[in-house]
């Protein structure tokens, strides 16, 4: 049974103003121009969200109480858990690098679990309250840093490396990691937000839906029943927050969504710039994080120092091309190829460029997607520096790339963020598209 009302909306990658229909149970709707998620519905969303985010609760509590895994040499053991990583590279004098991890590891999953349980729990109430709208937003950014996924395979490519060395065991913390991805996908599976959201007491105090809310409603419904006509032309936007379609105080200049309270924007402030800043200081980032090493090993009879890709040829050498492929592709390719990419789609926006905006786009969303999992090689280091402190047999220390490292990654990732898709498409809606 359909749960929604009928809805007009404004893509937010392509700004084409459009009608989501009731939608029953299961089904999501796209947009028709560029193939954007719109909306979504799924049975029983909240009670079954809630039960998942409550068991990735206890998982994570595991994860980081028990040890990931335990290494033995010569008859000495080591272990260490997930904070146990992040401490040993603060120790090693890696603080920036150390908290980067500690906050992509635990902090960032841990608010993101308590704060869908708090959202989870205050939607149950008719109408839910409006903090529960600023916890929303919350909950999304720190999912988008929680990185217990690209951690876990790190994780895996580190034992690869140092069984070389040593027997290593995988610990009850390993497999409690391994549940709480499983766990967490499934909650982005479950979770519909805009159950939430239609819940929600206005900013203004109005209900959810109330049809005084609407802004120009006839004039947008006949819009977006035909034709590509953007929000933009009529001077609406989409909500980045909650979706809804609202008018900002006036054409180009910013202001308020009257459900949530989020900033309203025609387009990201200063976009282009911001996004060219951010990819320059990666780019030069990029030169000492592949040439400095990102790990010293010493032992009584050499000290050697690896860099990112004499780390892939080792892996190479042993046997596990497969890995070697892995870290090569996330360590290497993809952050030079981010760099490269969101470079070339401001140039095509600079140029007022027109064509194939839809396979632009798809590049766009691609570097979305992987700029995460460059921090691989991070969390490779983390977890050997953790384990390998067999003094005086051996030891393993981080080097300076690591830092230049994790610098590129974080940069590349802020970059995407800042990019706003829907200056691809000005060119070709608007002869004198707004390039914020």
């Avoid at 025609?266 to 400095?292: D, G, M, Q």
Wanted: charged share 15%; aromatic share 8%; glycine share 6%.
């Amino acid at each position: 049974m359909s749960r929604f009302v009928e809805s007009i909306v404004a893509c937010l990658d392509c700004d084409l103003l459009q009608r989501i229909p009731a939608l029953p149970s299961g089904v999501s709707a796209r947009c028709r121009r560029c193939g954007h998620k719109m909306a979504f519905t799924r049975p029983d969303s909240l009670d079954r969200t809630l039960a998942l985010t409550l068991a990735a609760a206890i998982a994570l509590i595991v994860a980081n109480v028990f040890p990931l895994m335990e290494l033995s040499v010569s008859g000495r053991q080591a272990s260490t858990t997930i904070l146990g990583g992040a401490a040993e590279m603060w120790r090693r004098g890696q603080q920036i690098a150390a908290l980067l991890c500690a906050f992509c590891t635990v902090i960032a999953p841990a608010v993101h679990i308590g704060i869908m349980s708090v959202i989870l729990m205050a939607a149950r109430r008719t109408p839910a309250p409006r903090w529960v709208a600023r916890l929303l937003r919350w909950s999304e950014w720190h999912r988008s840093w929680a990185m217990v996924e690209v951690m876990m395979l790190g994780i895996l490519v580190a034992l690869i490396k140092i069984a070389e060395l040593a027997t290593v065991i995988p610990g009850t913390g390993m497999f409690a990691v391994g549940a709480f991805v499983a766990l967490v996908a499934g909650m982005t599976v479950t979770f519909d937000p805009r159950e939430v959201w239609q819940r929600i007491e206005w900013k203004s105090g109005a209900l959810p839906l109330e049809p005084a809310m609407q802004p120009a409603a006839s004039k947008v419904s006949a819009s977006a029943g035909t034709g590509m006509q953007t929000g933009f032309a009529l001077g609406l936007v989409s909500c980045e927050s909650c979706g809804l379609l609202a008018r900002p105080a006036r054409v180009g200049g910013p202001g308020q969504c009257p459900r949530c309270g989020h900033e309203l924007s025609f387009r990201k402030h200063n976009a282009i710039e911001r996004t060219w800043a951010l990819l320059s200081a990666a780019l030069i980032c990029y030169i000492p994080a592949n040439v400095l090493p990102v790990m010293v090993t010493t032992t009584p009879v050499y000290i050697e120092e690896d860099t990112i890709l004499s780390g892939i040829v080792l892996l190479y050498r042993t046997g596990s091309w497969h890995l070697a492929l892995i870290v090569l592709i996330a360590s290497v390719v993809i952050p030079l190829a981010k760099i490269a990419a969101v470079a070339y789609l401001l140039v095509t926006i600079r140029r007022r460029s027109a064509r194939e905006p839809c396979e632009r786009l798809r590049l766009y969303r691609l570097v979305a997607f992987v700029g995460r999992w460059s921090m691989l090689d991070v969390f490779v280091v983390t977890f050997t520096v953790a384990l390998i402190q067999i003094q005086p047999l051996m030891s393993v220390l981080p080097g300076a790339g690591v830092l230049f490292f994790a610098a590129v990654v974080v940069l590349t990732m802020i970059a995407a963020e800042s990019f706003d898709p829907r200056l691809i498409w000005d060119s070709r809606n608007e002869p004198g598209g707004h390039h914020g």
